[in-house]
C-alpha cells in the first residue's frame, strides 16, 4: 500500500500555538479565573503548573513557604482529559471569611486520633512535612494543591489538618491556618510540652486523670502496648521514665537538633507522664522502629529478647546520641546519672608438677589492680538444688540480697579461667545503681534459668560494706552508712504455652515491671496494658532481674 502524502507542509504550520495546558492553576489574591473563550492564556501568577510564592505561606513563615512550594509537586494526580481542572482549581485564602473562623472545626473525631504511630504518609510513606487529618487520624503529606492532603479533603470531605511538625491546624482545600483555643488540647497530645515548675511536682503531689472515655489514670503509670514482642523494651521504658534526673532532662530539654534515638525517647517520656491524654496507654511504636533501624534489628517488635542486653545497648547508644563521648567520663546525663568505679584486683594461678608427679596450683606473687566504670551490676545467683525436699515437692531456694552483694565486698574471690579476681566498689558511687540478677547460663544445647527467689528491702538498703573506704577529703565518715532505695523492679515469669506442653519445652517469658510512686508512697505493677497496684511486702515473690536503685540524700 502506497504512502498518503500529507495534506500541508510542515514549515506551513510552525507558527500555530500548542494546546493550554490543562493542569490545574491557581489564582492569587483577588486575580479571578480566566473565561473559557481566552483560557489559554497563563495568569501572571502561575509559572509551569505551580502557584507563585506569595500563594504558598498562607500566614506561615518563610522556611514553611519553601516547604510548601515543594509539596505541590509531591502526590499529584492529574487527569488529562478533565478540560475544567484548569478552571475550578479551588482558590487559596490567607484567612478565613469573617464570621466562620470556626468552620468545620466540629467535624473533629478526637477519640480516632492516635499519633504515638511513626508519622508517615500513608500513601507515599514518606516522613517529610507529613500533616494529620484531625477527622480520621490518617497522615498524608503535603497540604499545597497537589499534595495527597488536598485530594483527602476533596474526595472525603475532611477539612481539618495539623502539621505533625510545626502543630500548626489548617483548613482544606481553602489553605488557610486556624487559630483556636479550642485546638490546644491536640496540639498537647501531639507532643506535650511541662514547665520547670510541672515537673517539679511528679514526684510530690498525686495526680489523677481521665482519657476521653471516661476512664481513670495516673500520668506516669499507663500501660505500654505490646504491639507484638516488645515486652522487653516496655519495663526498660518504665525504669527509665521513673529515675528523676533522666526524666526531668528528657522532659525539659530541647532536642530538636539530637539523633532521632534521644528524641523519640524524649517524646515517648512526655507521653507516658501526660496528664491530658486522649487515651490512658501509650505505644512506643515509633522508639521501637528507631531501635530497630539502629541495632541492624538485633531489637525489634517481631521478636522477644533480653531487657539487660536491651538497657546495655540502649543506655551506651543513648549517650552517644546526647553528644557523649567514648572515652571521656561524666559527659552526658546518662553517665552522670548511672556510672560509678570498680576495682578489680586479679592474681593468676599457675599449674606445676611436684616431685610426686602431681599437679600444685600456685598463686602468682603480683597482684594487678585495675579500676574500671561500669553502668550496671552483675549479681551471681548460688547454684538451683538438684534434688527434691523430703516431702517430693521442688525446693524453691530464696537468698538475701545483701548475700550476693558481697561480690563486691573485696574480700571474697572468684575465679575465671587461670585468674583469680576480687572486686570493690569505689567513691563516690553514682546516684542510681543497677543490679542485673543473673538468672539464665546459655551453653551450646540449652539456656538454664535459675529460679531462686531474692529477698531484699523495699528501702534503706545499706551499700557502705561493699565501698572501699573514703579518704578523709571525700567527706563521709569511716563507716557512714550510704542509703538506697527501691525505685524500680522488672521481673520475670515462664509460663508455659499449654497445658499439655512436653517436659523440657522452652517456656514463654513474660516480663513486668513494678515501680514505685512517690507521690502516694504506693507500688504499681505494670504489664503492657495491666496496670494494678500491688502490695511491697510480696514484691520479692517474684523472679527479680532488674532493680533500680536511689541513694538516699545525705542531711545537712
Given at each position: 500500500m502506497s504512502k498518503r502524502h500529507a495534506e500541508e507542509d510542515l514549515d506551513a504550520i510552525t507558527t500555530v500555538d500548542s494546546p493550554a495546558s490543562k493542569r490545574p492553576r491557581v489564582s492569587e489574591g483577588t486575580e479571578s479565573l480566566t473565561s473559557n473563550e481566552d483560557h489559554q492564556a497563563r495568569p501572571k501568577d502561575i509559572t509551569n503548573g505551580h502557584s507563585s510564592s506569595n500563594d504558598v505561606t498562607n500566614g506561615g513563615t518563610a522556611q514553611d513557604a519553601a516547604v510548601e512550594s515543594a509539596d505541590d509537586s509531591v502526590g499529584a494526580?492529574?487527569?488529562?482529559?478533565?478540560?475544567?481542572?484548569?478552571?475550578?482549581?479551588?482558590?487559596r485564602q490567607e484567612a478565613p471569611a469573617e464570621g466562620y473562623t470556626d468552620l468545620y472545626l466540629d467535624t473533629i473525631n478526637r477519640s480516632v486520633l492516635d499519633f504515638d504511630f511513626e508519622k508517615l504518609c500513608s500513601v507515599t510513606l514518606s516522613n517529610i512535612n507529613v500533616y494529620?487529618?484531625?477527622?480520621?487520624?490518617?497522615?498524608?503529606?503535603?497540604?499545597?494543591?497537589?499534595?495527597?492532603?488536598?485530594?483527602?479533603?476533596?474526595?472525603?470531605?475532611?477539612?481539618?489538618?495539623?502539621?505533625?511538625?510545626?502543630?500548626?491546624?489548617?483548613?482544606?482545600?481553602?489553605?488557610?491556618?486556624?487559630?483556636s483555643?479550642?485546638?490546644?488540647?491536640?496540639?498537647?497530645?501531639?507532643?506535650?510540652?511541662?514547665?520547670?515548675e510541672a515537673v517539679a511536682k511528679l514526684d510530690t503531689e498525686p495526680e489523677s486523670s481521665r482519657d476521653l472515655a471516661g476512664k481513670k489514670y495516673t500520668p506516669g503509670f499507663v500501660g505500654l502496648n505490646n504491639i507484638k514482642e516488645n515486652d522487653y523494651l516496655n519495663v526498660i521504658v518504665h525504669s527509665l521514665a521513673h529515675v528523676p534526673p533522666l526524666r526531668n532532662f528528657f522532659m525539659l530539654e530541647d532536642l530538636s537538633s539530637a539523633p532521632q534515638l534521644?528524641?523519640?525517647?524524649?517524646?515517648?517520656?512526655?507521653?507516658?507522664?501526660?496528664?491530658r491524654a486522649f487515651k490512658s496507654h501509650v505505644s512506643p511504636h515509633e522508639l521501637l522502629q528507631e531501635v530497630s533501624l539502629r541495632s541492624n534489628k538485633r531489637f525489634s517488635l517481631l521478636e522477644q529478647a533480653d531487657p539487660v542486653d536491651f538497657l546495655s545497648w540502649f543506655l551506651n547508644h543513648l549517650h552517644l546520641a546526647l553528644g557523649g563521648s567514648k572515652t571521656k567520663a561524666g559527659t552526658s546525663i546518662v553517665q552522670k546519672v548511672f556510672q560509678g568505679r570498680l576495682k578489680v584486683e586479679s592474681q593468676q594461678i599457675t599449674a606445676k608438677a611436684d616431685a610426686g608427679d602431681r599437679l600444685r596450683f600456685e598463686e602468682a606473687a603480683e597482684v594487678k589492680v585495675d579500676v574500671s566504670r561500669f553502668l550496671m551490676l552483675t549479681l551471681d545467683l548460688p547454684a538451683a538444688p538438684l534434688f527434691q525436699d523430703e516431702l517430693d515437692r521442688n525446693i524453691i531456694p530464696q537468698v538475701p540480697l545483701v548475700n550476693i552483694l558481697s561480690k563486691y565486698d573485696g574480700i571474697?574471690?572468684?575465679?575465671?579461667?587461670?585468674?583469680?579476681?576480687?572486686?570493690?566498689?569505689?567513691h563516690p558511687l553514682p546516684p542510681y545503681l543497677v543490679f542485673h540478677i543473673k538468672r539464665f547460663s546459655r551453653n551450646k544445647f540449652v539456656t538454664e534459668r535459675n529460679p531462686t527467689i531474692v529477698t531484699f528491702p523495699v528501702r534503706s538498703l545499706d551499700m557502705s560494706p561493699y565501698?572501699?573506704?573514703?579518704?578523709?577529703?571525700?567527706?563521709?565518715?569511716?563507716g557512714e552508712p550510704i542509703w538506697y532505695d527501691l525505685v524500680a523492679n522488672v521481673t520475670h515469669e515462664a509460663i508455659r504455652s499449654r497445658d499439655d506442653s512436653v517436659e523440657g519445652e522452652t517456656p514463654r517469658k513474660v516480663w513486668r515491671v513494678q515501680l514505685r510512686d512517690k507521690a502516694r508512697d504506693e507500688w504499681i505493677q505494670v504489664q503492657d496494658l495491666f496496670v494494678e497496684e500491688v502490695r511491697k511486702e510480696i514484691l520479692f515473690l517474684g523472679e527479680s532481674y532488674l532493680q533500680v536503685w536511689e541513694r538516699r540524700r545525705r542531711r545537712g
Open positions: 494526580v492529574v487527569d488529562d482529559d478533565d478540560e475544567r481542572s484548569a478552571l475550578t482549581s479551588h482558590r494529620a487529618c484531625l477527622v480520621c487520624g490518617r497522615y498524608y503529606q503535603g497540604r499545597g494543591p497537589k499534595s495527597h492532603a488536598y485530594f483527602h479533603s476533596l474526595e472525603v470531605g475532611h477539612h481539618v489538618f495539623v502539621n505533625m511538625g510545626t502543630k500548626r491546624v489548617y483548613v482544606l482545600p481553602e489553605g488557610y491556618e486556624v487559630k483555643k479550642s485546638l490546644e488540647d491536640i496540639k498537647f497530645v501531639v507532643d506535650p510540652r511541662y514547665s520547670k534521644a528524641q523519640r525517647f524524649s517524646i515517648l517520656v512526655r507521653k507516658i507522664w501526660n496528664p571474697r574471690s572468684q575465679e575465671h579461667l587461670n585468674h583469680r579476681r576480687r572486686y570493690r566498689l569505689l565501698v572501699e573506704p573514703a579518704p578523709a577529703a571525700a567527706g563521709y565518715a569511716q
